[in-house]
């Protein structure tokens, strides 16, 4: 017991010692930790809402304690599962294509010879990621309108049968994937343009002089050296993977009921459910289930990484 607290006291010693020597550099650490105590921890209190019958006149203290019963108001539903599924499978397409586009457009971009097509590229695939989704949903319905909509026009003048975009549930899933690829492969396309930018040029120098091809250089030399970059990226995706894109969703689709059978997700419901009802302890126990899955889903994807390829996991 004394030998745990000798070394406990060591250890503090040693974390004291060591912020005394670098006094700048925690300072310019200090904004960073302060947002994350901030926005991330303290409301992390606020999960006690979850297990409570929320009223705003008594406050989170004063509520009714209701232990899981707004669990099972939540499951009883029998669309939780629908829009489970579609959250899942909608983040799965989203991780996927926009991950391999950024990546193949990366690659792409740093095997081009001129500096001024590449950063003029570079500017407008990274333009989309600074629009805002009620912009974009205006292009939307112009776009997909079911009478003078753009793409029924073009079909009309090619005779052929117009399509009733709005009520079509099956054909979303891919629009929002297109919509979601072309608002940020622009960005995962610039960090990945940086990873590249940051390998040895030697490497490519010898594989050269060895006869190696630009696809083998890339196969053996700068896929390998970015891939805990990409494995990072893929692990931070696959933590929201349960959280779908409220912003996109709900400004492309908004209450179209037609479309909710593949486009309704975890966000989208408890939204309609708490403008509906009000319950803010529903919605709260819908957050607590999206963060605890998304955790251990997190867990297990860096887990799964360690296991085959230790130097690309988080922790």
Do not use: C
Not at 34 to 52: D, N, T
Not at 100 to 106: R, S
Request: glycine content about 8%; proline content about 2%; hydrophobic content about 55%.
């Amino acid at each position: 017991m004394e030998s745990q607290i000798r070394k406990r006291k060591f250890i503090v010693f040693d974390v004291l010692l060591d912020i005394s020597k670098n006094k700048a550099l925690y300072l310019f650490m200090l904004p960073g930790l302060l947002y994350f105590l901030l926005f991330a921890y303290l409301p992390m209190a606020g999960i006690i809402v979850a297990f409570k019958d929320y009223k705003v006149n008594l406050g989170i203290m004063g509520s009714k304690w209701v232990g899981f019963d707004n669990f099972k108001f939540l499951f009883s539903s029998d669309k939780v599962l629908r829009v489970t599924w579609n959250t899942v499978f909608l983040n799965a397409m989203f991780i996927f294509f926009q991950q391999a586009i950024a990546i193949v457009t990366a690659l792409f971009l740093n095997e081009v010879g001129s500096k001024v097509f590449k950063k003029v590229t570079q500017s407008f695939i990274f333009l989309p990621y600074f629009i805002s989704w009620i912009v974009v949903s205006v292009f939307a319905y112009n776009l997909f309108a079911s009478e003078g909509g753009l793409l029924n026009s073009i079909l009309a003048f090619l005779h052929i049968p117009e399509v009733a975009w709005g009520q079509r549930a099956d054909l979303w899933p891919g629009i929002l994937v297109l919509f979601s690829i072309w608002k940020y492969a622009g960005f995962l396309t610039v960090i990945y343009i940086a990873a590249i930018t940051g390998v040895n040029t030697e490497y490519f120098e010898s594989a050269a002089l060895d006869g190696a091809t630009k696809l083998q250089q890339i196969r053996y030399i700068t896929l390998p050296v970015i891939s805990p970059t990409i494995t990072i990226m893929v692990l931070l995706s696959v933590g929201r993977i349960f959280y779908g894109d409220f912003g996109m969703i709900y400004a492309l689709v908004g209450d179209n009921a037609s479309l909710y059978a593949t486009t309704d997700v975890i966000d989208t419901f408890v939204y309609r459910s708490l403008r509906t009802i009000g319950d803010a302890g529903m919605s709260s126990a819908a957050g607590l289930y999206q963060s605890v899955v998304g955790f251990i889903l997190v867990l297990g994807f860096n887990a799964l990484v360690k296991k085959y390829k230790s130097e690309g996991s988080l922790f």
